[in-house]
């Protein structure tokens, strides 16, 4: 069998299975197996695949046709650019999470430039809660150096893939991690500048109608935010102000349809409140800064 013809012997297969973008997986797969990039398999379509190649290929289509993520099936996946791995400890990062990171870039970048007027040497601090796979962590530390980052998760697995995360991409020395329950995770006298946080927040009840990738594989404790989707919103918007220096930031990603319910949670105790869109056109992001 050639690259071609795994392409159309996996389109079939992965078709059976309802995944909706076949022929990409399968070249995805491809790249994987071979180490070799896209235009590559364009190329060099009648190359033979070896035994050994052929057969981690099927071990592949045999976890996808269950429906397994195919991130968790390569172990890793991309990120505002960057590489990051991923287990089925963590929820997988979703594009839809860039926006919220480059909110906080942008406004850490301010942050730093105001102090450079004023000739200090600013460090920004940033809390990043419940950070699962670290993406958002890692992320915000790879792009402002000036950036010291503490991030928490309530899972010791997740703690470690964030961790390793952090190593991969060069900014392991910048963030420090703790495990536990929302803030009584954090060791210590902290206060931050940024408090950044994409918690769970589906409903419980609407977990069971979510696509099988999501509900069969990837993690509950990543996905449940109680019967009406706010737990975490609550718990971190009542806590937060404790943890936050004088007109800090709390920005939390959202659900499409939670951006009142949580606009008004914040506007107790936060100022400027406001709600930010995704490429896709929904809500995504509630943000607001503590009141004086
Ligand atoms: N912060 C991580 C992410 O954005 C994990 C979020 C979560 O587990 N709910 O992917």
Redo the contacts with the bound molecule.
Sequence with gaps: MNINEFIHYAKDKLKNANIETPVQEAGVMLCQVLNCTKAYLYAFGDRELSLDEKSKLEDMLAQRVKNIPLQYILGDTEFMSLRFMVTPA??I??QD?EILVEKVIELTKKQVLKGQNENSNVRVKVL?M????G??AVSIAHFCPQCDIVACDISQEAIKVAEANSELNGVRNRVEFFCGDLFEALKGNYRFDFIVS???YIETETICGLQKEVRSYEPEL??DGGADGLDFYKKITATAPEYLNKLGWLVF?IGYNQAEKVSALMKESFINVQVLKDYGGNDRVVMGQLAV
Excluded: F, K, Y
């Design positions: 963590v929820l990062p979703r999470t990043d419940c950070t699962g796979s993406c958002i994409n918690p769970p990543a996905l990603e």
